[in-house]
C-alpha cells in the first residue's frame, strides 16, 4: 500500500492505464487491497479472540470487494464496478472503525495498544492520496515487531485444561 500511495504524486493515469507505469498503479493498488484483506483477519487472530476476529472480516471483505472491482473497472474498463468499489471501501472504512473499536475494549493493558494499527490502517486509507499508505506500513511493521517479540505458545499452553 506505501509504494501505492507514493506513486500517486507522479500522477498516474488509473482511469485509461496506456503506459507500464499506470499498470502498476492499478495492479499494485489492487494488490495492496487485497493484501489488506488478507492481512486483516491474520492480524485479528494473533491480536484477540473471536470476537475480534469476527469484527475483522467485515473490512476484510470490504478490501476484497475494492480490489476486485478496482481491477474491473480500471483495468478493464468495467464501469458499473465503479459502485462496488464504492461499497467496498466503505465497508473496509466502517469495519476497521468497529476493529479498532473492538480491539480497544476487549483487550486488556498493553495489549489495548493493538488498536492503533486499525485505527493507522484507516487514516493511512483515508490520506492515501496524500502518501497515506507510509502510515499503514509504520502501523503493520510495529505490529510484525510486537509479533516477532512476543514468545510462541506452546502446545501444553494452548491445550485446554480440563475440570
Same mark, same amino acid.
Given at each position: 500500500?506505501?509504494?501505492?500511495?507514493?506513486?500517486?504524486?507522479?500522477?498516474?493515469?488509473?482511469?485509461?492505464? $496506456?503506459?507500464?507505469?499506470?499498470?502498476?498503479?492499478?495492479?499494485?493498488?489492487?494488490?495492496?487491497?487485497?493484501?489488506?484483506?488478507?492481512?486483516?483477519?491474520?492480524?485479528?487472530?494473533?491480536?484477540?479472540?473471536?470476537?475480534?476476529?469476527?469484527?475483522?472480516? $467485515?473490512?476484510?471483505?470490504?478490501?476484497?470487494?475494492?480490489?476486485?472491482?478496482?481491477?474491473?473497472?480500471?483495468?478493464?474498463?468495467?464501469?458499473?464496478?465503479?459502485?462496488?468499489?464504492?461499497?467496498?471501501?466503505?465497508?473496509?472504512?466502517?469495519?476497521?472503525?468497529?476493529?479498532?473499536?473492538?480491539?480497544?475494549? $476487549?483487550?486488556?493493558?498493553?495489549?489495548?495498544?493493538?488498536?492503533?494499527?486499525?485505527?493507522?490502517?484507516?487514516?493511512?486509507?483515508?490520506?492515501?492520496?496524500?502518501?497515506?499508505? $507510509?502510515?499503514?506500513?509504520?502501523?503493520?511493521?510495529?505490529?510484525?515487531?510486537?509479533?516477532?517479540?512476543?514468545?510462541?505458545?506452546?502446545?501444553?499452553?494452548?491445550?485446554?485444561?480440563?475440570?
Amino acid at each position: 500500500m506505501c509504494a501505492s500511495s507514493l506513486q500517486l504524486f507522479a500522477d498516474p493515469d488509473y482511469q485509461d492505464p $496506456v503506459s507500464a507505469f499506470d499498470w502498476f498503479a492499478v495492479l499494485s493498488f489492487s494488490a495492496a487491497l487485497f493484501t489488506l484483506a488478507l492481512a486483516l483477519p491474520t492480524f485479528a487472530q494473533w491480536a484477540g479472540g473471536r470476537a475480534v476476529f469476527r469484527v475483522a472480516l $467485515v473490512p476484510a471483505a470490504g478490501a476484497a470487494v475494492a480490489g476486485l472491482s478496482n481491477l474491473l473497472e480500471d483495468a478493464l474498463q468495467v464501469n458499473f464496478a465503479f459502485w462496488f468499489f464504492i461499497v467496498g471501501t466503505a465497508l473496509t472504512l466502517v469495519g476497521l472503525i468497529a476493529f479498532t473499536i473492538v480491539v480497544a475494549v $476487549v483487550e486488556y493493558g498493553r495489549r489495548r495498544l493493538l488498536a492503533a494499527v486499525p485505527a493507522a490502517t484507516l487514516i493511512g486509507v483515508l490520506l492515501f492520496e496524500n502518501g497515506g499508505g $507510509v502510515l499503514v506500513l509504520a502501523a503493520w511493521l510495529a505490529a510484525a515487531a510486537l509479533a516477532l517479540g512476543r514468545p510462541a505458545r506452546t502446545a501444553a499452553q494452548a491445550a485446554p485444561t480440563s475440570p
